[in-house]
């Protein structure tokens, strides 16, 4: 038997391998709550509030700026922005929004002109905005998108969730492609920004390389144990060190699994699967 297979008898530690903005606490988030934006609380926006609320929605309001928004950065998960002219200079405010629909996995939905839409998305990813509707609003048709969306929200956010820390981007992207339909997933792409995110996002396991530049998985790893609000989170390594020393290096910090890179999709659903199922029975 040689190393890499006497791993298995080390209790948790196993292994397996086939041939910027503060982030959001997404505890706090709430699928139904919708913050509605305008340059004022004009008569279309009160009308929008309204219609919101009598379907059952939890509603806020914000005049268009980012100090009032971000108030609501951590209990909101669907933006309204109704724009207009008064707004089109307001670039800041679409910055803000281009940003925590892309880190936070906001809902942002646009209301204004075709003038006003291209602006947005001159800021605004498109693949990053969930709807766009012109004035006059078809107060049905958007309340029937609120919906969709929500529900979709709501769904993902009852997956378990998982963070995905590794230095090479396009393994990143592969692992976030393999994972998204079951788990909830998240990616960075250094060992700080991984302190840096589950220092305010809770998560059901984190999958970490071993070998990245200025802090690498067994400083993420130890880094992670020392603090009080983070050493209970889980732990695998994924990564392409199989040698001796590193593995042995590791041990003492009892990380849930030890995977190779060279584990299948249909391997490290597995192993995952195992280890959250193993975890509910110790409930």
Request: proline residues 4%.
């Amino acid at each position: 038997m040689d190393f890499l297979e006497s791993l298995g008898s080390l209790g948790p530690l196993g292994l397996s391998g086939g041939d910027d903005r503060p982030p959001v606490n997404k505890f706090t988030q709430k699928p139904n709550h919708v913050l509605v934006i305008s340059a004022k609380e004009a008569f279309i926006s009160r009308a929008l509030q309204k219609n919101l609320r009598d379907a059952g929605y939890e509603v806020s309001y914000s005049p268009a700026n980012v100090e009032s928004i971000s108030q609501f950065h951590e209990s909101a998960n669907t933006y309204i922005l109704y724009m207009d002219e008064d707004m089109r200079d307001n670039m800041k405010l679409l910055v803000y929004l281009k940003d925590i629909s892309a880190e936070n996995d906001k809902i942002v939905i646009l209301i204004g002109t075709d003038e006003e839409y291209e602006l947005a998305t001159s800021v605004l990813n498109k693949d990053h905005l969930a709807a766009w509707f012109q004035r006059p609003i078809d107060m049905h048709a958007l309340m029937e998108k609120v919906k969709i969306l929500t529900d979709k929200q709501a769904m993902e956010m009852r997956k378990k969730s998982i963070l995905v820390v590794d230095d090479d981007v396009t393994y990143l992207r592969m692992v976030h492609s393999w994972l998204k339909e079951k788990y909830r997933v998240s990616i960075v792409n250094s060992g700080m920004q991984a302190i840096t995110w589950l220092a305010r996002n809770p998560v059901d396991l984190v999958l970490l390389d071993y070998e990245m530049p200025v802090t690498s998985g067994p400083s993420v790893l130890e880094m992670l144990k020392s603090e009080n609000g983070t050493s209970q989170i889980p732990v695998m390594f994924l990564t392409g060190k199989s040698d001796k020393a590193s593995i042995t290096k590791v041990i003492g910090l009892k990380p849930e699994r030890y995977l190779l890179k060279t584990i299948s999709r249909e391997e490290l659903l597995d192993e995952l699967q195992k280890f959250f199922v193993g975890r509910e029975n110790l409930l």
